[in-house]
């Protein structure tokens, strides 16, 4: 090939490659152009649709106004979280010197605190010592001091405090309920317009769905409400025991007694078992040793 073809040639490569050239940077511009447009905001804002000349743009449509009476689900969630709902629960087993004595004072206490007993039980042991349990119901405001006084009452053998908050279920439940009783409210005027019969029947139905929804969310949160306001403190009384108890000597003598009845017991449950073979077998010895041999002196003299 002459030199004037390849000339001719390498013409024709520079000016492929210069269209693809033009096409990529064509290509470039206008990508670059429509992620300025996005960059910069919606057409409808401008610079100097701004708030105060601050830079912050405008809104185009005016704000929405919510019905009256109505709450977001935010104003709902801080109203009702202005006031945490904590459950304060105590458990002490105390060791007292007299079991009548300390339940009286323990008594005192709860009542100069605004509480009151809730449940008590009492017993007397094999020793005659008693012991006992009993609940009470205390303000979360007098918890910690009520509980500081009643371990004065004796010696304090276990305490457990602990606490459960229930805040984020309570507001939850109230959110519920709310909704729910809209819902009550809007299908008693669905019910007012309705003339079908059974449309009528229908929203019935559902109205009574509704209101048990409503009754049970309101059963907890009532629950949920007496428990956060008054704690609950688990007392355990009990007077000490004797040594020879805590030895077990009264133990191994009742066991050893146990055990000796229920030998007995089952000798005799022995005997009544091989009573009637015993009497079968007396018997057969009786005919075999008696009987037999005068029937046979009886056939021999025959």
């Not at 300025?36 to 929405?64: F, H, M, N, Q, R």
């Not at 304090?156 to 409210?185: F, P």
């Not at 078992?273 to 057969?284: D, K, R, S």
Request: net charge negative; proline share 4%; charged share 25%.
């Amino acid at each position: 090939m002459s030199f004037a073809g390849e000339v001719i040639k390498m013409e024709k490569y520079t000016k492929i490659a210069a269209v693809i050239v033009l096409c990529v940077l064509a290509a470039s511009a206008g990508f670059f152009a429509s992620s300025l447009s996005e960059l910069k905001g919606p057409a409808g804002y401008s610079d100097e649709d701004t708030w105060g000349g601050k830079g912050v743009p405008a809104p185009a449509v005016a704000p929405i106004p919510m019905p009256a009476g109505r709450e977001t689900p935010e104003s709902q969630y801080t109203n009702a979280n202005t006031e945490r709902k904590i459950i304060q629960r105590a458990s002490l087993s105390i060791e007292v010197e007299d079991f009548q004595t300390s339940s009286d004072a323990l008594i005192l206490i709860v009542e100069r605190s605004g509480g009151f007993v809730s449940d008590s039980y009492s017993y007397v042991t094999d020793t005659g010592h008693k012991r006992g349990d009993i609940t009470l119901r205390v303000p979360t405001g007098e918890f910690l001091p009520v509980v500081a006084e009643i371990e004065q009452i004796g010696t304090v053998k276990s305490k457990h405090i602990s606490g459960e908050d229930v805040t984020e279920e309570y507001i939850d439940l109230t959110a519920r309920l709310n909704n729910s009783e809209r819902q009550e409210k809007r299908l008693l005027e669905i019910l007012d317009m309705a003339e079908d019969v059974e449309d009528v029947l229908d929203v019935e139905r559902e109205l009574e769905r509704v209101r048990n929804d409503i009754e049970r969310l309101t059963g907890r949160i009532n629950y949920l409400e007496n428990r956060a306001e008054l704690a609950t403190i688990s007392v355990s009384l009990y007077e000490p025991e004797p040594i020879t108890h805590s030895w077990g000597i009264r133990d191994a003598f009742r066991d050893a007694f146990e055990a000796f009845v229920s030998v007995i017991r089952g000798l005799i449950i022995l005997v009544g078992y091989a009573l009637p073979l015993l009497i079968l077998v007396g018997l057969g010895w009786l005919v075999k040793s008696k009987l037999m041999p005068k029937l046979q002196k009886k056939r021999e003299g025959e």
